[in-house]
Each structure stands twice: as structure tokens, then as C-alpha cells.
């Protein structure tokens, strides 16, 4: 039901062919189940990792700024969304026991982590190679890469260590819902505040 290996190594792919145009299509199509909703979760990541670059554009007009900001705040509620449905998925499919510890990350938060990381592994991996790069920028990505590899090797660890120790009763999680409150309109006082 959850393989790291497999969420990490479809990560890479998606990322690697969302970069390029013609790979834009529903790449989530032939997925489902978990799955699906992993790869939607990397596609919100995905969306907000260049929609937070056009924000960092220099001498971009202010009106653009604030857009790139609502549509920011949309992606990310998107992206949270989508871990909790992760989290849902998986609890319904479990019989957990109460009296095993509480795990304080859930599988959803971890499979997030996992799509960060595989955006910025991508993205620093392009420094490395990057032919208007100076060596020395070239060698410190090599280093970055090397330890953001390493991270995700130790979470993709954790989180298979994780769900088995969830199948066989010794650990549980809980759906934590992230409540954000700045898209909700009877929740933000910037937002109500104005009406």
C-alpha cells in the first residue's frame, strides 16, 4: 500500500517530465488510489515551487506580486488539502491500535516532504551542470546534492519504517487537519475585516 522507494522514484519522474512542456498533460491519469493523490500532492508542489519564483522576480509590478501571492495561498491550501486526503486514505484502509504509540508526522506530511525534496534535488542537480556557473558554484551544489540525497534517503527510511511499524501495531498516527485560516473568509480578520 505505501512503498517509499516507489512514491520517491515516481516523484523524480513526474518532475523531470513536468519540466517539460510537452509532458504538461495529465501525468495522474493512469494512477490511482494513493498513488493518485501522491502525484496530485507533487503536482500542487510542483506549481507552487514556480509560482514562488515569479514572486521573486525582481522589478515585477506590485499588482503582479499581490496576483502571484493569492494564487500562492490557492496552491498551498491545495497542497494541504491533498496531504490530509493522503492521511484519510491510509487511516481508512487501517485498523490501528489505540494503545500503540502515537506517531507525531503522519504519512502524508512525510510523502510532502518527500515531493520537496524531490523538487529541490531536481533544481540543485541543475546547478551542478549549469555551463554559466562558475566551478565553485558547480562543487558547492555537487555537496548540497549529496546531502539533499541523503536526507531523503534517511526520511524515505522513516517513513517505510513508519508504516511498517503502523502494520504491525507497535506505532499509530492520527489525520491532524492543518486549518489554515488565510483563505477562509469568516476565519481571516484581514479578509472579514474589509467587508
Known sequence: MLDALLITRTQDEMTAALHEIEARLDI???ADGLMALVLAQH???FALWHEEDKARVPGVPDAETAAVKRAI????????DLVEKMDGWLIERLEQKEEAP??????GLMIDRLSILSLKIYHTRDETHRSSATAEHRAKN???????????SDLAGCLDALWAQVLDGTR????????????DPELNPAVYGRK
Not at 73 to 80: C, M, P, V
Open 73 to 80: 495561498d490557492g496552491l498551498n491550501q491545495r497542497r494541504n
Open 43 to 45: 503536482r500542487a508542489n
Open 142 to 152: 555537487a555537496a548540497r546534492l549529496a546531502l539533499l540525497e541523503e536526507q531523503r
Open 102 to 107: 502515537l506517531h507525531s508526522e503522519t504519512p
Open 28 to 30: 495522474e491519469a493512469n
Open 172 to 183: 499509530r498516527f492520527k489525520l491532524y487537519r492543518q486549518m489554515k485560516m488565510y483563505n
